[in-house]
C-alpha cells in the first residue's frame, strides 16, 4: 500500500478522471445556508450538483464540516523567516539567495493552502508572478493567486509617473493595483500620499479595469482612495464612522487585519531592529489591537462589505484561519459572517463571486472539510482535514 503522501497525487488524478460523488453531513454554503446530507457531484473540476445523499460516494466527508475554499485577500508568500530565524522579505538587503527566496515562498503557498485557503491575493512582490504562473499549471502546489507584483507610495512619483507605473503594472500581467495611501500603524498611520497621488493610482487602475486596494489606517487616506475609486481598503484601524458610512454607501470593501498585529507581537525577536519594527512600533501594535476590534464592530452596524484578509508575513503562513478566530472572539463577528468574508464576500471583492466563494453548480470545486462545527466552535478552523482545489485533491488526513 502506497504511504498516504504518495497517494495524494493518485487520488487527485482519479478525481479529475471521472465524475466525483462528495457527500457530506453540514455543507455551509458560503452564502450563509447550511445544507444537511447532500452530495456534491464534480465533473471536470467544478461542481455539476449538489442534491440528497443518495449515491455511493466517491469520497465520504460524513461527520466533518465542508464549506467552499477559503479566500485570503490579502498576504505575503514572499516573506519568510530567513536561516538565522530573522524576518527576510528577500531582495536588496536579503540574506538568503534568490534560489532559496523562491524554495520559502513555495513553502509558503504550500503551508496556506494545506491550512484550506484555496485563492489569495497576493500584495506586492514580483516572486509572486512566477508563483502564480506555476501554481496555475500545476508545477507546484498551492492556492490560486493573484498578484499586486508591486506597489505604489508617495515616492513612486508625480500623478502622471504614477499613472505610468500602473499602465507598466498591467502590461506586466498585474491583477490588481496596491498602493499605500498613509504610514504604517507602526508610524502612526499618517496620510503620505497625495489626493492628487491617489487620485492617478486608483482613476488610472480603473481605466486599464484593475481594481485598487489601498493601505489605509486612516480617515484622510482611506477617504481620498473610496472617491477616487479604489475598490478595498486595508487595515483600517483609525477609520471614523462617516469614512465607514461613505464605504458602506459605495460598495467599497473593507479588510481589518487581527493576525497581522498578533503575528508580530508572538515574533517580535524575529522582527526587533529592522525597520521601523522597533519599541515604539512594537508598542503602537499593541495599541491597535482593541482599535481593530472596534471598528470591525462599528463597520458591521453600518453594513460595510467586509472580506477577510490577514496581511499574512512571515510566521503566519499557514495559520491565516486564525483570522475567522479573532474576528469572532476579539471582534464580535457572529461565526457564519466571519465564514462568510472569507467565501462568497471575498470572493465578490475579487471580482470573481462566479467561480469561487460558494458551493453551487457551475463553481469550482474547492472544498475544505473541518473536524467539528465552526458555526458552534469557530476554533474548527483549526482543525483541516481535507483540502480540495479545482477538483484536485490536495489534502485528505480523515
Same mark, same amino acid.
Given at each position: 500500500?502506497?504511504?498516504?503522501?504518495?497517494?495524494?497525487?493518485?487520488?487527485?488524478?482519479?478525481?479529475?478522471?471521472?465524475?466525483?460523488?462528495?457527500?457530506?453531513?453540514?455543507?455551509?454554503?458560503?452564502?450563509?445556508?447550511?445544507?444537511?446530507?447532500?452530495?456534491? &457531484?464534480?465533473?471536470?473540476?467544478?461542481?455539476?450538483?449538489?442534491?440528497?445523499?443518495?449515491?455511493?460516494?466517491?469520497?465520504?466527508?460524513?461527520?466533518?464540516?465542508?464549506?467552499?475554499?477559503?479566500?485570503?485577500?490579502?498576504?505575503?508568500?514572499?516573506?519568510?523567516?530567513?536561516?538565522?530565524?530573522?524576518?527576510?522579505?528577500?531582495?536588496?538587503?536579503? &540574506?538568503?539567495?534568490?534560489?532559496?527566496?523562491?524554495?520559502?515562498?513555495?513553502?509558503?503557498?504550500?503551508?496556506?493552502?494545506?491550512?484550506?485557503?484555496?485563492?489569495?491575493?497576493?500584495?506586492?512582490?514580483?516572486?509572486?508572478?512566477?508563483?502564480?504562473?506555476?501554481?496555475?499549471?500545476?508545477?507546484?502546489?498551492?492556492?490560486?493567486?493573484?498578484?499586486?507584483?508591486?506597489?505604489?507610495?508617495?515616492?513612486?512619483?508625480?500623478?502622471?509617473?504614477?499613472?505610468?507605473?500602473?499602465?507598466?503594472?498591467?502590461?506586466?500581467?498585474?491583477?490588481?493595483?496596491?498602493?499605500?495611501?498613509?504610514?504604517?500603524?507602526?508610524?502612526?498611520?499618517?496620510?503620505?500620499?497625495?489626493?492628487?497621488?491617489?487620485?492617478?493610482?486608483?482613476?488610472?487602475?480603473?481605466?486599464?479595469?484593475?481594481?485598487?486596494?489601498?493601505?489605509? =489606517?486612516?480617515?484622510?487616506?482611506?477617504?481620498?482612495?473610496?472617491?477616487?475609486?479604489?475598490?478595498?481598503?486595508?487595515?483600517?484601524?483609525?477609520?471614523?464612522?462617516?469614512?465607514?458610512?461613505?464605504?458602506?454607501?459605495?460598495?467599497?470593501?473593507?479588510?481589518?487585519?487581527?493576525?497581522?498585529? =498578533?503575528?508580530?507581537?508572538?515574533?517580535?525577536?524575529?522582527?526587533?531592529?529592522?525597520?521601523?519594527?522597533?519599541?515604539?512600533?512594537?508598542?503602537?501594535?499593541?495599541?491597535?489591537?482593541?482599535?481593530?476590534?472596534?471598528?470591525?464592530?462599528?463597520?458591521?452596524?453600518?453594513?460595510?462589505?467586509?472580506?477577510?484578509? &490577514?496581511?499574512?508575513?512571515?510566521?503566519?503562513?499557514?495559520?491565516?484561519?486564525?483570522?475567522?478566530?479573532?474576528?469572532?472572539?476579539?471582534?464580535?463577528?457572529?461565526?457564519?459572517?466571519?465564514?462568510?468574508?472569507?467565501?462568497?464576500?471575498?470572493?465578490?471583492?475579487?471580482?470573481?463571486?462566479?467561480?469561487?466563494?460558494?458551493?453551487?453548480?457551475?463553481?469550482?470545486?474547492?472544498?475544505?472539510?473541518?473536524?467539528?462545527?465552526?458555526?458552534?466552535?469557530?476554533?474548527?478552523?483549526?482543525?483541516?482535514?481535507?483540502?480540495?482545489?479545482?477538483?484536485?485533491?490536495?489534502?485528505?488526513?480523515?
Amino acid at each position: 500500500m502506497l504511504p498516504r503522501l504518495f497517494a495524494l497525487p493518485v487520488l487527485a488524478a482519479v478525481a479529475m478522471a471521472q465524475p466525483v460523488i462528495v457527500k457530506t453531513t453540514t455543507l455551509i454554503d458560503g452564502k450563509g445556508h447550511v445544507l444537511r446530507n447532500q452530495e456534491i &457531484t464534480i465533473d471536470a473540476g467544478r461542481i455539476t450538483h449538489i442534491a440528497d445523499a443518495k449515491q455511493k460516494p466517491t469520497i465520504d466527508l460524513s461527520g466533518l464540516t465542508v464549506m467552499p475554499g477559503w479566500i485570503d485577500t490579502h498576504v505575503h508568500l514572499g516573506w519568510y523567516f530567513n536561516k538565522e530565524g530573522r524576518y527576510d522579505p528577500g531582495g536588496r538587503n536579503s &540574506t538568503t539567495t534568490p534560489q532559496q527566496a523562491a524554495l520559502y515562498a513555495a513553502a509558503n503557498a504550500y503551508a496556506t493552502l494545506m491550512g484550506g485557503f484555496t485563492t489569495v491575493q497576493c500584495l506586492g512582490m514580483p516572486i509572486e508572478g512566477d508563483l502564480r504562473d506555476l501554481i496555475a499549471t500545476g508545477a507546484i502546489p498551492g492556492p490560486r493567486v493573484l498578484t499586486s507584483l508591486r506597489s505604489i507610495n508617495e515616492n513612486t512619483g508625480d500623478p502622471e509617473h504614477i499613472r505610468t507605473f500602473v499602465d507598466k503594472m498591467k502590461a506586466d500581467g498585474s491583477d490588481v493595483v496596491k498602493l499605500f495611501a498613509t504610514a504604517s500603524i507602526r508610524d502612526g498611520g499618517k496620510m503620505t500620499m497625495s489626493v492628487e497621488q491617489v487620485n492617478a493610482a486608483c482613476g488610472e487602475a480603473k481605466k486599464v479595469g484593475l481594481r485598487g486596494v489601498v493601505h489605509a =489606517h486612516a480617515s484622510d487616506g482611506a477617504t481620498a482612495a473610496i472617491m477616487a475609486g479604489c475598490t478595498s481598503i486595508e487595515h483600517g484601524t483609525f477609520l471614523d464612522d462617516t469614512t465607514l458610512q461613505l464605504m458602506a454607501s459605495r460598495g467599497v470593501f473593507f479588510d481589518p487585519n487581527f493576525l497581522v498585529l =498578533h503575528n508580530y507581537l508572538e515574533n517580535k525577536p524575529k522582527f526587533l531592529g529592522i525597520g521601523n519594527y522597533n519599541e515604539e512600533g512594537f508598542a503602537a501594535m499593541e495599541k491597535g489591537l482593541p482599535l481593530v476590534a472596534d471598528v470591525l464592530r462599528r463597520a458591521r452596524k453600518l453594513n460595510v462589505k467586509i472580506v477577510l484578509g &490577514t496581511d499574512a508575513v512571515a510566521g503566519s503562513h499557514g495559520r491565516n484561519a486564525e483570522e475567522f478566530i479573532y474576528r469572532v472572539k476579539d471582534g464580535g463577528d457572529k461565526p457564519m459572517d466571519a465564514l462568510m468574508s472569507g467565501t462568497s464576500v471575498a470572493a465578490e471583492s475579487l471580482g470573481m463571486a462566479d467561480k469561487i466563494g460558494s458551493l453551487a453548480e457551475g463553481m469550482e470545486a474547492d472544498l475544505v472539510a473541518v473536524a467539528g462545527n465552526p458555526l458552534d466552535d469557530i476554533t474548527a478552523v483549526r482543525r483541516v482535514v481535507f483540502v480540495m482545489k479545482g477538483g484536485k485533491i490536495y489534502k485528505n488526513t480523515r
